[in-house]
């Protein structure tokens, strides 16, 4: 048998609308996703692959716009030579009854949903052992029948199945739900191929977490993508290789700060140098640790001055401390009221007697007013 | 603090160092030309203590020589730990240092923490170097030549002004603080509005807005992903139910069901007719054997009947008999005993009789006694009634007490008159002397005095007569009316004195007693008169005479209380043997009655017993015989059919169960088809609306806009805390410094101005008028002179301050009064004079002339 090649993504989404973010990003966010059908289609031509099978949750939810499908349905279908495999997921599980018996009456022949758990020989001698969702929270393993079920001897055995290992899930893990992590080992499978975590993980020699090929959000950071897996015998470890696919970069970097630190040229070197590609970047930063007014007035500065090139970039103070020194306090005045209000704010702030978000918002009043003083000086 | 030497070295003009020693305590004086660089001493002063060593500012810059160099500026000062050397160089190898006592003690930002800390009042801030007053006013308005120097000398002004402001600005913050809190105040007017709540239109509202539409988009999303959801779900239930319903196992099942369930209910009913005709048959057979046991049974009771009736009659018959004879038996004896009665009845008639008589001759003698009584009291009633006449007739006649009462009322009245009018009349008195005697009218006049009334003869026995003739007549009208008066009540009594009247009245009343006492002896003998008591007397009986064998009244009322009791007895026995033959008598009939009702009964039962017929109960018998074994047979069958008996009830709801079963799977299955129909729809429908993805879609929205609301929330905290902390500091700085440094001025203004006070806004804390004579007077318009003079003691004033916190700073004045008059400046100097004490003072002045009365210590510029 000749080495079987294939696609493993998950996690598409499709339908995602983030709606926490700038409505000009929002759209092309959701554009993306969509793309990815399109990224998954190449990267299986290019890496020689005529079926792609995606672990779960194509669609966000069970009942996803005409559009959203129909759409994706038809990108799906667009070239005949790749066959997708389509697993319901926790989103878009079987309970979506109208959703997949429309996109099996409208799909072309390339397009196969897996309703039920019967093995499918995707192409001779591999056989598919789906284990798609009945409804959202099926309160069971759904690949506990994957031992028993039966393939010829010398065929390839893939899992496709969607769900959590141990507590490797998106939206908290249900004990009952639970696949075990050796289920390839104990279903005697060539192939695991799961979906469910939105980033690459790979469990085992024969279990793997592709990702989602866009991602949508921080906890994972870099570029979404997939695997091109190539099963070569029966018993063999599969030879798994990440394709990138995703166009959004999403990163969330802690900044770790200390008095006496440059804050602004920290900041800048977080941030990617290539800024023609800052414009698919959504950055997140995360400021730590202390810094003086005089620093974190620079810091804001220098990332309200870089917002502008990216597709998003949010800096978050909330875990900055404020390093109050004297020559900050100086510099709003050496004495009189000004001093007076000053020394009053940076006491509250620093008073532990006070509650947290007393002494917050007198360290942002503290602040704001060197920053109104350090601008009528500029 | 206390300034006792300057050195300037490469600064400006002072290429090489110059010196300013011997700085005095109190006042100084340092009069210099113009450009011999007091202004460079002041702006070197200025550049030492707020000039940072390191400081490249244009300030700074400004000091460097034209021909280059680093600007140096060196003092010496007092200070409670003892005399320090204050050293700061600018520009090219920049250093600050402070020494003690040839000491280097702080260098670098040490030496500039120390000499700041120099400048200030306290922790809370204060600057003692405001106290100096920079060179402005060299030239005067008027006193230039060109508009230049005027516009140099009005912008001197202007300055002067701006620095007095400058105080209170670094007390309070001044514009700086101002336009802080009107920036915060402006940011935070973009959220909120005065009274804090949230600007319409603004980011706060907006995000409210957002967060409320947003909220309730997700509730009614939610609703609506809530109805898609239960719909999916339904759908489900209602494809498995159709399924279920109409698989062909679950069908036959339910038809099998039906038939056999009717089958059984067929065959219950069938068994339920048969027992029913089978109860019929046993309830007529058990009718017919108690209809022949009930007709035995009546015979018997009709032969027991007859017998009763016989017996019962024959009984009653015989107790007739025996009543009978003891009627007439006591009738008997009742005889005896109604003579016995008689006999008794007239011996008590005779008694009384007896004791009748008894007592009327007892009667007749008690009549008698009284008829004499009553005659004796009528004679002396008699007797007594006519001498009442002749006593009655007394004591009507003659006055009585009244009558003689008035008489004696008018007879004292007349005497009365009579003896005042002699009192008024002459009176003669004679006195004899011998034997004669005068007389008048032949009676002899009494030796007393003796009134003359009217004329009257006197006769003088033996010497004649004389004639006494009063001269007048006295007025005698009262004692007429009372005689006359008198007169008429004696004659209507027909008596002639008073006297006479006073008898008869006494006459009258001795009548009138005795008739009184008449009267009450008359009313004892006869007290309803004399007519009754004769009446009473005549109406006594008269006494008859008694037979003479009339018994005594006790004895015969013995005899008659004896008869009564014998005719008592004669009758209580008659009475008794009366009420036994009665009784017996009632009994006799009764008994006679109840024979006659038994005999009737006999008759009766005799007749029932007869309906039967003869041969009765050999005729019954055997029919009975009969019937009872028709029941027993008709029991056992109908007991048969019940045991084998199905249950029907049970077996019609069975049939019905099986056949709702069939029905209402047919009904179910048109209601699911019709119900995934409508399902269809609804999930198509919103399906297409995409409920789900807006749903996720509206909950990261709204976390992102409480997320946003949260933020300008903070936002708004902040601008709040912000405002209230400046606010709170400003006043807190007005409070404290403001207005002692007001009780300091008062004082120093009175110098010029008696009762001048200085007002300041109490906004901006700038001053703004002068008080005088009782008329605010706004600052600018106040002339250049007073503008100036209001500097300087503003800042008396305000040293005056530090000095009693115990901070004394040297007050430094560059040509600080350019514009006073020489009235006025000889005032400034006595004011300055004044503050000297215990104050170091440091004037700079080019007017040598002015300055030469100013006094105090003569500063000079050394090189060297």
């Known amino acids: 048998m000749p080495p079987f090649r294939f696609v493993h993504s998950a996690d598409l989404h499709l339908g995602r609308r983030f709606g926490g973010y700038p409505e000009d990003l929002r759209g092309r966010l959701a554009e993306a996703r969509h793309h990815s059908i399109a990224s998954l289609a190449a990267a299986a031509r290019s890496f020689q692959a005529s079926h792609i099978l995606l672990a779960g949750d194509v669609f966000d939810s069970e009942t996803p716009t005409d559009p959203v499908w129909r759409q994706a349905v038809i990108a799906m279908a667009a070239d005949p030579a790749l066959h997708w495999w389509l697993l319901p997921g926790n989103h878009d599980s079987l309970a979506a009854e109208a959703l997949w018996s429309r996109i099996r009456a409208e799909a072309g022949d390339n397009v196969h949903v897996l309703a039920d758990t019967r093995p499918v020989e995707i192409e001779t001698g591999v056989f598919l052992l789906p284990a798609p ?97 190539t099963l070569t015998a029966p018993g063999a470890v599969p030879l798994v290789e990440v394709i990138e696919t995703g166009r959004f970069f999403w990163s969330d970097a802690p900044l770790a700060l200390v008095p ?88 509250r702030a620093a008073d532990p007697a006070l509650d947290g978000e007393t002494r917050r918002v007198a360290t942002a009043a503290l602040n704001r007013l060197y920053g109104y003083l350090h601008e009528e000086r500029a | 603090m206390r300034l006792v030497s300057i050195e300037l070295s490469d600064l400006r003009r002072f290429v090489a160092p110059v010196r300013i020693d011997g700085i005095g305590a109190g006042l100084n004086v340092l009069c210099a030309p113009n450009e011999s660089g007091k202004s460079t001493v002041f702006d070197a002063l200025q550049a030492l203590f707020f000039q940072p060593h390191r400081s490249t500012s244009r300030e700074v810059k400004a000091l460097r020589p034209h021909v280059g160099g680093a600007p140096c500026v060196t003092i010496e000062v007092d200070l409670p730990t003892g005399r320090h050397t204050l050293s700061k160089r600018w520009l090219g190898k920049a250093q600050a240092t402070v020494h003690r006592g040839g000491t280097l003690i702080h260098q670098a930002d040490d030496a500039e923490a120390f000499i700041a800390a120099l400048m200030q009042a306290d922790a809370d801030g204060g600057p003692a170097g405001l106290l100096w007053v920079r060179q402005g006013l060299t030239r005067l308005e008027g006193d230039g030549d060109t508009p230049k120097d005027r516009e140099t000398a009005k912008a001197a002004r202007r300055n002067l002004m701006t620095s007095v402001t400058g105080e209170v600005e670094a007390l309070t913050g001044g514009r700086r603080m101002d336009r802080a ?55 489900r239930e209602v494809v498995k139910a159709l399924a279920d319903l109409t698989a062909p196992q679950a069908v036959e099942a339910r038809q099998t069901r039906l038939a056999e369930a009717t089958l059984r209910l067929d065959a219950a009913r069938r068994h339920a007719d048969a027992l029913a005709t089978s109860a019929v048959a046993l309830h007529s057979a058990a009718l017919a054997q108690a209809a022949l046991s009930d007709r035995l049974s009546a015979l018997h009771r009709a032969r027991s009947a007859c017998a009763v009736a016989l017996a019962d009659w024959q009984a009653a018959t015989a107790a007739a008999q025996t009543a009978k004879a003891a009627t007439a038996q006591a009738e008997a004896a009742l005889a005896p005993l109604v003579a016995a009665r008689a006999a008794a009845r007239s011996a008590r008639t005779a008694a009384d009789a007896d004791l009748a008589e008894a007592n009327r001759a007892l009667a007749g003698q008690a009549a008698a006694a009284r008829r004499t009584e009553l005659a004796a009291r009528i004679a002396k009633a008699r007797t007594l009634d006519q001498a009442r006449a002749a006593l009655a007739m007394a004591a009507a006649n003659g006055p009585d007490a009244a009558a003689d009462a008035e008489v004696q009322r008018l007879a004292q009245a007349a005497t009365l008159e009579r003896a005042l009018r002699d009192r008024s009349a002459a009176q003669i008195v004679f006195h004899h002397t011998g034997p004669a005697r005068v007389t008048m009218a032949g009676t002899p006049v009494p030796e007393t005095p003796l009134p003359v009334l009217a004329e009257t003869r006197f006769d003088m026995p033996g010497l004649g007569h004389f004639t006494l003739r009063p001269a007048a007549a006295q007025d005698s009208g009262a004692l007429d009316r009372s005689e006359a008066a008198l007169a008429a009540a004696l004659a209507r009594l027909g008596l002639a004195d008073v006297a006479s009247v006073q008898a008869a009245a006494a006459a009258r009343a001795k009548a009138t007693a005795a008739l009184r006492d008449l009267d009450i002896t008359l009313g004892s003998l006869a007290p309803s008169g004399l007519a009754a008591l004769e009446a009473d007397c005549a109406a006594l009986p008269e006494a008859v005479a008694p037979r003479p064998d009339l018994p005594a009244v006790p004895q015969a009322q013995a005899a008659a209380d004896a008869a009564g009791a014998a005719l008592q007895a004669a009758e209580t026995a008659y009475e008794t043997a009366r009420t036994h033959a009665e009784a017996l008598r009632n009994a006799e009939v009764r008994a006679s009655v109840r024979a006659d009702g038994l005999a009737n009964e006999r008759a009766r039962c005799d007749a029932v017993l007869a309906s039967f017929g003869p041969d009765a109960e050999a005729i019954v018998l055997p029919e009975l015989a009969t019937a009872t074994a028709r029941h027993a047979a008709a029991q056992a069958s109908h007991d048969a059919l019940v045991a084998a008996a199905p249950d029907l009830a049970a077996a019609e709801a069975a049939h019905s169960r099986a056949r709702s079963v069939v029905e209402g799977a047919q009904a179910d299955l048109l209601r699911l088809q019709s119900e995934r129909v409508e399902l269809d729809t609804t999930i198509t429908l919103q399906s297409g609306a995409g409920v789900m993805e807006d749903l996720a879609d509206t909950e990261t929205r709204l976390a992102a806009a409480n997320a946003t609301l949260a933020t300008l929330g903070f936002e708004v905290a902040v601008l709040r805390d912000l405002a209230a902390t400046l606010e709170a500091a400003r006043d807190a700085a007005r409070d404290r410094y403001f207005e002692p440094v007001l009780a300091e001025l008062r004082p120093l203004l009175r110098i010029l101005w008696p009762d001048a006070e200085l007002r300041f806004d109490g906004e901006s804390l700038l001053p703004t008028a002068l008080l005088r004579d009782g008329r605010d007077e706004p600052l600018s318009i106040l002339s250049g002179g007073t503008q100036e003079q209001i500097a300087l003691l503003v800042r008396l004033a305000f040293a005056r301050l530090l000095a009693a916190r115990g901070q004394p700073a040297p007050i430094l004045f560059d040509d600080a009064l350019v514009y006073t008059d020489d009235d006025r400046i000889e005032k400034m100097f006595d004011a300055l004079h004044a503050q000297a004490t215990g104050q170091q003072i440091i004037v700079l002045s080019c007017r040598q002339r002015a300055f030469r009365d100013l006094g105090g210590t003569v500063l000079r510029l050394a090189t060297g």
């Open chain 1, 133 to 229: 969702l009945p409804r959202r929270y099926p309160g069971r393993d759904l690949t506990a029948a994957m031992p028993e079920s039966a393939t010829p001897a010398d065929a390839l055995r893939i899992g496709l199945a969607h769900g959590s290992i141990q507590n490797f899930s998106e939206e908290g893990a249900r004990a009952e739900d639970t696949i075990p992590p050796d289920r390839a080992t104990l279903a005697r499978l060539d192939y695991l191929a799961l979906g469910d975590w939105h980033g690459h993980v790979r469990v085992g020699d024969k279990t793997c977490y592709p990702g989602t090929p866009e991602r949508d959000g921080f906890t994972h950071s870099g570029r979404g993508g997939c695997l091109g897996v």
């Open chain 1, 260 to 347: 006496g630190q440059d804050a602004a040229a920290a900041f800048a070197a977080l941030l990617p140098p290539d800024r023609a590609a800052r414009r698919d970047h959504l950055t997140r930063i995360r400021a730590t640790g202390r810094a003086t007014l005089a620093e974190q007035a620079a810091l804001s500065a220098a990332a309200t001055d870089a917002a502008a090139d990216f597709a998003y970039l949010a800096l978050d103070l909330s875990a900055l401390a404020t390093e109050v020194e004297a020559a900050d306090l100086d510099a709003i005045d050496r004495a009189g009221a000004l001093r007076l209000a000053a020394d009053r704010l940076r006491d």
């Open chain 2, 181 to 235: 809190l009107a920036r915060t105040r402006d940011d935070l007017a973009k959220y909120v509005t005065a009274t804090g709540r949230p600007l319409k239109g603004g980011p706060l509202a907006e995000a409210e807005s957002l967060v409320a539409a947003l909220t309730a988009d997700k509730a009614r999303l939610s609703a609506t992903a809530g109805q898609l959801t239960a719909a999916l779900s339904r759908r």
